[in-house]
């Protein structure tokens, strides 16, 4: 999005749609990827959710090890 602009172009919103496996997977990169940068470690997943008839499409969550978007000490897989 460009400073002062409002609206989003059409590319804007279709690439920052994180619902999808694509965009779930680019989030999951930068979360790692900011934490790595940090000295952090943390365990992302991504779980294939159902249909959602209010999304009109299945969805892809995205679910960590964070507490309130921090790192803990334990980075086993709980999902």
Request: hydrophobic share 35%; charged share 25%; glycine share 8%.
């Amino acid at each position: 999005m460009v400073q002062g602009r409002t609206t989003l172009t059409i590319e804007e919103i279709m690439t920052s749609d994180y619902c999808t496996r694509e965009g779930a997977e680019r989030i999951k990169q930068q979360i790692e990827d900011y934490w790595a940068e940090r000295g952090r470690k943390v365990s992302i997943n991504l779980i294939k959710g159902g249909f959602l008839a209010s999304m009109r499409s299945a969805r892809t969550d995205v679910r960590s090890n964070m507490v309130n978007g921090v790192p803990v000490a334990n980075t086993e897989n709980f999902a």
